[in-house]
């Protein structure tokens, strides 16, 4: 099963990709993860991409297509996979599609998180995120036990460069700009999904899992 988990930031991507993960036992592949690890390893690939990830800005394209023609090919991922924030513009939906197309193993379904922005606003500058095994936080709603640390693996939680308002208004105005048109993309080859996104965790899952297997 190859999926492309679409929403806006906050929409909830991160984390009903680690549900699907299990569910399917196919691997998540995150672009951001991706470049923030090699940002934090201070390669010059994650340098490079951190002047325009602080800004709230797209990392270039054939940056990130670069990354997940590499990843695809690994072995983890034979069987499926979901693409988790990416592609974010129709040329990397163009570049995914040829790549794809090339080996004969389409993508397979687009759901898609449907959020409202002002809720979007208030879940994402409230986020605390784990560097160390990706799980997510809210000061408000999911506080972990012990404020600032990690309930999974006991690692300091960060607020990311980009959740900070006024990065988060610019990932908004991007995702309206760029990334909304992908979603056309696959509207127009009949891949896409809807799911509400809205509510409890568990119950959105739900939606998702009947509308991937539909
Ligand atoms: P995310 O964790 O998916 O919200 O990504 C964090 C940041 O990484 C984004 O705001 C972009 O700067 C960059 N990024 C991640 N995926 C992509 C992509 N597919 N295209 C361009 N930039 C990306």
Redesign the pocket.
């Known amino acids: 099963m190859r999926l492309i988990l679409f929403g806006p930031?906050g929409a909830g991507?991160?984390t009903q990709a680690a549900r699907l993960v299990e569910s399917f036992q196919i691997p998540q592949i995150?672009?951001?993860?991706i470049?923030?690890e090699s940002k934090a390893a201070k390669t010059p690939m994650g340098m490079e991409?951190a002047r325009?990830?602080d800004a709230?800005?797209?990392?270039?394209?054939d940056?990130?297509v670069g990354i997940v023609e590499e990843r695809i090919k690994k072995p983890d991922a034979e069987k499926g996979y979901i693409l988790?924030?990416?592609?974010?513009?129709v040329p990397?939906a163009e570049a995914l599609e040829a790549m794809l197309e090339k080996n004969g193993t389409p993508i397979d379904k687009v759901p898609s998180l449907e959020v409202p922005e002002d809720i979007l606003v208030g879940r994402l500058s409230g986020r605390r995120s784990c560097p160390s095994c990706k799980a997510a936080f809210h000061v408000e709603f999911a506080a972990p036990t012990q404020e600032g640390i990690c309930d999974k693996c006991s690692s300091s939680l960060v607020h990311r460069d980009?959740d900070l308002p006024d990065a988060v208004r610019e990932?908004l105005r991007?995702f309206e700009d760029q990334t909304a048109p992908v979603k056309e993309f696959y509207e127009a080859r009949g891949k896409l999904v809807r799911v509400d996104g809205v509510g409890d965790v568990n119950d959105v899952f739900e939606r998702l899992s009947k509308a991937v297997k539909s």
């Open positions: 930031p991507k991160g995150s672009t951001g993860d470049l923030r991409a325009y990830m709230g800005k797209l990392v270039p394209d940056v990130v988790d924030g990416f592609p974010r513009t990397q980009d990932r991007t």
